[in-house]
């Protein structure tokens, strides 16, 4: 059945009704160093690209989006709570082109405010009441999970050197797939869309998540650094396995893999070592084979998209941010 043509928000109405939702949260005064480390990071500039799905998920059934607004909010304290977390489990220095909260204050507050975080988060999903409420809090439990599996297994990759491109795919789309396509049925069960659609949308989310990270990866290596927010580099630095690295990791070319082995080995020439592997990486053309596999996903999300069984314009808004985040440059 074809629903009857309703007012669409647009992305811009979207993340401004987030911005003012974390504005007006509400944190205790004390104990400050609690608190201040979650507002800081939920005032950035980040993208908020997760919970605005869950509103425009939800806007293609209703037209009232503050419906929505607290399991939007749920989702983006959530996702800020998992960046708090990886941060200091990576050692990053810079978050959003600012200080990451472990830098700014130290190891024990950024894991004492993120685990406050994760209770904030919860509390918004719980808001909810009547029949959508066990489905939300099934989803945010099997998404919390899924994410905290998809990070042991990043991590169990350090220590790997033959990880191989399905391990690789499973592992972003628990870490990172998984959160988008969870934002995007989220808004659909309060909007009480049919399963089929809700299905949809979830997979219309994780090959969009999928895509998203591929994307992300190549970044890290060949981005600008003053557009990306983060170090360029970073990943190489640390022996991160990114789809770029796997791929390199299985080349045939015996010698520049013998050559990347030793890369991974140094330690104490961050420049040289960034600027030797992006060499290897040039020589295996492992950009157009991470590009070719990103598009791959891309594509399997908008034929995902097309099946949400609603008029193709009021998808124009989703459908257009997916075509973004695939030309993004942070």
């Keep these: 059945m074809i629903l009857k043509k309703k007012i669409m928000i647009t992305l811009e109405d979207a993340i401004a009704k987030i911005n003012k939702g974390i504005q007006d949260i509400n944190y205790p005064e004390q104990p400050s160093r609690l608190y201040n480390p979650i507002a800081y990071l939920l005032a950035q500039k980040g993208k908020k690209i997760r919970p605005a799905l869950t509103l425009l998920a939800y806007n293609l059934y209703k037209e009232d989006i503050d419906e929505s607004l607290d399991a939007a909010l749920a989702w983006e304290i959530y996702h800020n709570f998992t960046l708090m977390h990886d ?19 130290n190891d024990n507050t950024a894991i004492l405010s993120g685990d406050a975080m994760f209770l904030l988060a919860f509390k918004f999903i719980s808001k909810y009441r009547g029949d959508v409420l066990p489905e939300l809090l099934d989803l945010f439990n099997k998404t919390t999970q899924e994410i905290f599996e998809g990070q042991e297994y990043d991590m169990q990759f350090e220590d790997r050197l033959d990880v191989v491109e399905d391990e690789y795919i499973k592992m972003i789309r628990l870490k990172t797939a998984v959160m988008i396509a969870s934002c995007l049925k989220t808004g659909a069960i309060i909007a009480n869309a049919s399963e089929e659609d809700q299905n949809s ?7 969009l998540g999928l895509a998203f990270q591929i994307q992300d990866d190549i970044l890290d290596t060949y981005g600008d650094q003053a557009v990306f927010g983060k170090n360029i580099g970073g990943d190489i630095l640390c022996n991160k396995k990114t789809y770029l690295l ?21 330690n104490d020439n961050p420049k040289e070592k960034i600027k030797a592997v992006t060499s290897i990486y040039d020589k ?15 594509a399997k999300s908008i034929w995902e998209l097309n099946k949400v069984n609603v008029d193709d314009d009021r998808k124009d808004v989703i459908k257009t941010l997916a075509e973004e985040l695939m030309n993004r440059k942070s």
């Design 284 to 298: 295996l053309n492992v950009i157009d084979i991470a590009r070719s596999k990103m598009e791959e996903f891309y």
């Design 87 to 105: 941060d200091l489990m990576d050692n990053a220095d810079v978050r959003r082109g600012e200080p990451s909260v472990h830098k700014k204050w």
């Design 201 to 207: 949308l979830y997979e219309f989310g994780i090959n």
């Design 246 to 266: 796997v791929s390199a990791l299985n080349t045939n070319n015996k010698a520049l893999k013998k050559e990347l082995l030793q890369w991974l080995e140094i």
